[in-house]
C-alpha cells in the first residue's frame, strides 16, 4: 500500500480506498536486477505496468548497434498504459530496469474494472495518456532541433518550467541526458562548459543553475 498510494494513477485517494480497490485484482508482481529486460520490442503487451521501487527506462535499439533512450521512469509512475488499450498490443520499444525493481501488472480487463469503479483512477489515468502526449512532443522538439547548444536549453526551459527555479536538478546523470538528447556524452560536456564561460548557466553534476534566463530563452530564436 505504501508503494501503490505513492502511485500517479492512485493520487488523491486514501490506502484504505486503494486497498478496496485492489481487492479482487488479479495482478501480478516481479522483480528485475540492474539491466535486467523487462519486455523486448514485439512482445505482446496486455497489461499496465506500475513501478514499485526502482528505475525503469524505454530503449529503442537500432540495426546500426545504437541504442536511443526514449523514456525514464522510476517508482510511482506507470508504463504501457496506452498499449493496453490499442490494436497493436506490443511493446514499439524495449524495456529495462536500470536499478533492483519491482513492477505490478493489471491486465486490461482488471484495469478497465477500476477505472470504471472510481472515477478519481480514471481522472488520474486520463492524466497519465495527457502528460505522455506532451512527453513525446517534447522530445520530437528536442530531436528535430539543430544544434548541440538548442537541444541544451530546451531540455533545461523545459525543466525550468517543471521545476519552478531558476536551481534545477535533473532526475538523471549526465550520460543519460545525452542519450535523451541522442548526442555524444563529449559534446554535451563540451557544450555545457561553453554555456557556462558565456554566463548562460552554472552547473555542479546534475545541478545546474540558470544565470540568465532572457539569453537562455533567446538560443532557441
Same mark, same amino acid.
Given at each position: 500500500?505504501?508503494?501503490?498510494? +505513492?502511485?500517479?494513477? @492512485?493520487?488523491?485517494?486514501?490506502?484504505?480506498?486503494i486497498s478496496e480497490l485492489m481487492?479482487?485484482?488479479? !495482478?501480478?508482481? +516481479?522483480?528485475?536486477?540492474?539491466?535486467?529486460?523487462?519486455?523486448?520490442?514485439?512482445?505482446?503487451?496486455?497489461?499496465? /505496468?506500475?513501478?514499485?521501487s526502482g528505475d525503469i527506462e524505454?530503449?529503442?535499439?537500432?540495426?546500426?548497434?545504437?541504442?536511443?533512450?526514449?523514456?525514464? @521512469?522510476?517508482?510511482? #509512475?506507470?508504463?504501457?498504459?496506452?498499449?493496453? @488499450?490499442?490494436?497493436? +498490443?506490443?511493446?514499439?520499444?524495449?524495456?529495462?530496469?536500470?536499478?533492483?525493481?519491482?513492477?505490478?501488472?493489471?491486465?486490461?480487463?482488471?484495469?478497465?474494472? %477500476?477505472? /470504471?469503479?472510481?472515477?478519481r483512477v480514471l481522472e488520474n @489515468?486520463?492524466?497519465?495518456?495527457?502528460?505522455?502526449?506532451?512527453?513525446? #512532443?517534447?522530445?520530437?522538439?528536442?530531436? /528535430?532541433?539543430?544544434?548541440?547548444? +538548442?537541444?541544451?536549453?530546451?531540455?533545461?526551459?523545459?525543466?525550468?518550467?517543471?521545476?519552478? /527555479?531558476?536551481?534545477?536538478?535533473?532526475? !538523471?546523470?549526465?550520460?543519460? %541526458?545525452?542519450?535523451?538528447? #541522442?548526442?555524444?556524452?563529449?559534446?554535451?560536456?563540451?557544450?555545457?562548459?561553453? %554555456?557556462?564561460?558565456?554566463?548562460?548557466?552554472?552547473?555542479?553534476?546534475?545541478?545546474?543553475?540558470?544565470?540568465?534566463?532572457?539569453?537562455?530563452?533567446?538560443?532557441?530564436?
Amino acid at each position: 500500500m505504501d508503494a501503490l498510494s +505513492k502511485c500517479i494513477l @492512485f493520487d488523491s485517494l486514501m490506502e484504505e480506498e486503494i486497498s478496496e480497490l485492489m481487492e479482487g485484482v488479479n !495482478y501480478s508482481i +516481479k522483480c528485475y536486477s540492474d539491466k535486467d529486460i523487462v519486455a523486448i520490442e514485439g512482445e505482446p503487451c496486455d497489461s499496465l /505496468s506500475i513501478i514499485l521501487s526502482g528505475d525503469i527506462e524505454i530503449h529503442k535499439p537500432f540495426s546500426s548497434g545504437k541504442v536511443v533512450t526514449i523514456s525514464h @521512469f522510476t517508482a510511482g #509512475n506507470v508504463f504501457a498504459e496506452s498499449l493496453v @488499450f490499442s490494436d497493436v +498490443k506490443t511493446y514499439p520499444a524495449t524495456v529495462v530496469s536500470t536499478s533492483d525493481s519491482c513492477v505490478m501488472n493489471i491486465p486490461r480487463v482488471e484495469l478497465v474494472q %477500476m477505472l /470504471s469503479r472510481h472515477p478519481r483512477v480514471l481522472e488520474n @489515468f486520463a492524466g497519465v495518456l495527457s502528460r505522455r502526449i506532451h512527453m513525446l #512532443n517534447d522530445r520530437i522538439t528536442s530531436l /528535430s532541433l539543430d544544434s548541440t547548444r +538548442k537541444k541544451i536549453v530546451n531540455i533545461l526551459l523545459l525543466e525550468y518550467g517543471r521545476q519552478k /527555479s531558476q536551481y534545477l536538478l535533473l532526475p !538523471y546523470s549526465r550520460k543519460k %541526458m545525452a542519450e535523451l538528447l #541522442n548526442i555524444p556524452r563529449p559534446s554535451l560536456s563540451r557544450e555545457l562548459i561553453r %554555456m557556462k564561460d558565456d554566463g548562460l548557466i552554472d552547473f555542479y553534476k546534475n545541478r545546474i543553475k540558470i544565470l540568465d534566463l532572457k539569453s537562455l530563452e533567446g538560443e532557441l530564436k
